[in-house]
């Protein structure tokens, strides 16, 4: 590279640290300091490096620029000024109400895919685009990753680095800004980047450790990056705050504004007003593609047969795989269990497997839906909670997501609480626009599996372990949203709501109250959310007692979504709500349910008691 070519890319840098003290000072808040020690990095890669068409932000070719260190936005809107995709005027609205430049990336612009700013989420991520490119578009973009290095100290990270070596995902870079100063002080290596080499090289992936400032060395690392047959991670020494001598390596600047915006603009040599010609992708061939899309044909059952709804799953995605090439498989390591295996061996190229690496697993599928694949996430419903920062982010990113929860519930019998999904319900619920699915029989599971393919936002369908009657025929449509009455009369006492396992106790309940002259309506409630307010609403109205039976702790899940249909001022019906109180062990499926206090007997009892009071409290008084 020539002195004139090193002359530009220095002043290119110098422009993307004056335009980012700029827009925090206008916003009176942000990360500058974070992002003048990476300016440099991105000075490079945005002027000679990075392929990608910001007039089309869909095209296929592009290259994937994802900022793992999400803070460092004033560096990011920077770039797209310099790239001409935003103006000067535009900058300046930095965290500003109403504007696209919120104080971490969101896909509120075009040019960001995901949103980022939870640290340690950004390199998961890239390794599932790394993987869609290379498994299923087979494509040749590259997938750029900027990561700080206090967020090194992630055990999502170690879960990045361990899967992209195993994959060999040699278009994958980690550009790492080893700055030295964290939030609070310096970080656990400062500058020894000798130090985080040791750590990521055996892990399968080319390490180069480079001076972050030099745009001579920033270019032969990313040329080598370029010709790796392996993930490369650029380890570059930097100075936080760096060409402000004010904040550059300073402990306690970091999250602030620069003390004075035109000391350091001088400082920095001015303005400027250089713009980038980004290089676009030259056009190479269309995405992979894995055939036609066709009718889905579920698996079906015959009522009164005995399946498990994580059986039905199995067998329904395996065929929605058939009919949808979109749609791809991620396993943590369950698959036998969850019957992801089923739709493992029918489509091979679509399914990856993630080992124990539940963060990662979710991760990437956020990066594979990057490029329109339609990712199925399933393992044990206890286990999403370890991923359930990476979910919320998800729906942050506007990210269309299919999670599978198996082993819900008490009723899994035997393994004890440390397998039993209980507050995955109101875990999922309280995802913004996320969608609960809680199906009670095979043919409603096949139906729900099919519902969920084209559905945007996150959707979690929750399925038990042990089988239950099958109480639906093969053709009966099961829309979100919706709900199932299955028992109704005009002179129901009491209505009796469940959703999976308990939809069956209920059933058994509303027989032997029936056999002692009570009638109760039952209703199958299998979308949690969005529930079906309608229904709910009339059964309340005309029977004035809804009694919710749910395998699940008390706080958040059904009961707490029936509740929320009154909220509105609507008046509230007489409500009683069975659901697991105390800290179960281990004892069978039946003996579960029955401690817990939300099996057959156990509701027929709650109704006597309510109906007993109830008729106490109506006699006259003398």
Not at 96 to 125: D, F, K, M, N
Not at 318 to 330: I, N, Q, S, T
Not at 560 to 577: L, N, Q
Not at 597 to 615: E, K, P, Y
Request: charged letters at 20%; one cysteine or more.
């Amino acid at each position: 590279m020539s002195d004139g070519q090193m002359t530009d890319l220095t002043e290119l840098a110098q422009q993307l640290r004056v335009d980012a003290v700029r827009c925090s000072e206008v916003a009176s808040s942000g990360h500058p300091t974070s992002s003048l020690s990476a300016a440099d990095l991105m000075a490079v890669l945005l002027a000679r490096h990075l392929r990608y068409d910001f007039d089309d932000p869909s095209n296929p070719e592009n290259d994937h620029l994802i900022f793992s260190k999400g803070h460092a936005t004033p560096l990011l809107y920077s770039m797209y000024k310099a790239a001409g995709a935003i103006s000067d005027d535009e900058l300046v609205t930095y965290r500003a109400l109403g504007s696209r430049l919120e104080g971490h990336p969101t896909p509120r612009l075009p040019w960001v895919e995901v949103a980022t700013g939870a640290l340690g989420q950004g390199l998961p991520i890239g390794v599932g685009t790394a993987l869609a490119g290379k498994r299923l578009d087979r494509l040749p973009y590259r997938v750029w990753v900027l990561c700080g290095d206090s967020e090194l100290a992630e055990g999502s990270m170690a879960e990045a680095f361990e899967h992209a070596g195993y994959e060999g995902l040699d278009r994958l870079v980690a550009i790492i800004d080893v700055n030295r100063l964290g939030q609070r002080g310096p970080t656990r290596f400062g500058w020894d980047t000798g130090a985080y080499a040791r750590r990521i090289e055996p892990r399968g992936w080319n390490t180069i450790e480079i001076d972050g400032h030099n745009p001579q060395e920033i270019e032969q690392a990313y040329a080598a990056a370029e010709s790796s047959a392996k993930p490369t991670a650029i380890l570059a020494r930097t100075t936080k705050g760096a060409g402000v001598s004010a904040v550059a390596d300073q402990e306690g600047k970091h999250g602030k504004p620069v003390p004075d915006v035109d000391e350091a603009i001088s400082e920095l040599g001015g303005p400027r007003e250089i713009r980038v010609g980004v290089v676009k992708p030259s056009y190479t061939a269309p995405p992979h593609s894995f055939g036609e899309p066709a009718r889905y044909e579920p698996p079906t059952y015959n009522v009164g047969d005995d399946v498990a709804t994580r059986n039905a799953f199995g067998e329904a995605f395996a065929a929605l795989g058939h009919a949808r090439p979109d749609v791809v498989g991620l396993d943590a390591e369950v698959s036998d269990s969850t019957r992801m295996q089923f739709f493992a061996k029918e489509h091979p190229d679509r399914f990856f497997q993630f080992y124990i690496a539940e963060q990662q697993m979710i991760a990437a599928a956020v990066g594979l839906q990057v490029r329109g694949w339609k990712p199925y996430a399933a393992t044990f419903a206890a286990f999403l909670s370890r991923a359930y920062d990476f979910i919320r982010m998800a729906a942050i990113s506007r990210a269309d997501l299919r999670l599978v929860g198996s082993h819900a519930g008490i009723a899994i019998g035997q393994d004890g609480p440390s397998q039993m999904g209980l507050e995955d319900i109101a875990a999922l619920r309280a995802v913004h626009s996320s969608t609960v699915l809680h199906p009670c029989d095979g043919n409603q599971t096949a139906a729900l599996v099919g519902e969920m393919a084209d559905r945007t936002g996150i959707s979690y369908l929750r399925t038990g372990r042990g089988e239950t009657p099958v109480i639906y025929g093969p053709d009966e449509d099961f829309p979100i949203g919706g709900s199932r009455v299955l028992r109704s009369s005009s002179d129901d006492a009491v209505t009796l709501i469940g959703a999976g396992v308990t939809v069956h106790e209920a059933l058994a309940a509303a027989d032997q109250l029936e056999s002692e002259g009570v009638r109760a309506r039952v209703i199958d409630v299998y979308s949690i959310k969005p529930v079906d307010a309608f229904t709910v609403r009339a059964a309340a109205e005309e029977t004035g007692c809804l009694v919710t039976v749910e395998d699940h702790w008390a706080e958040g899940g059904l009961g707490d979504a029936v509740s929320d249909v009154f909220a509105s001022g609507i008046p509230t019906p007489a409500m009683i709500k069975l659901a697991v109180r105390e800290m179960p062990g281990s004892a069978s499926p039946a003996e579960q349910l029955r401690m817990a206090g939300i099996d057959r007997a156990a509701i027929a009892s709650a109704v006597r008691t309510f109906l007993t009071n109830r008729s106490v409290t109506a006699r006259p008084t003398r």
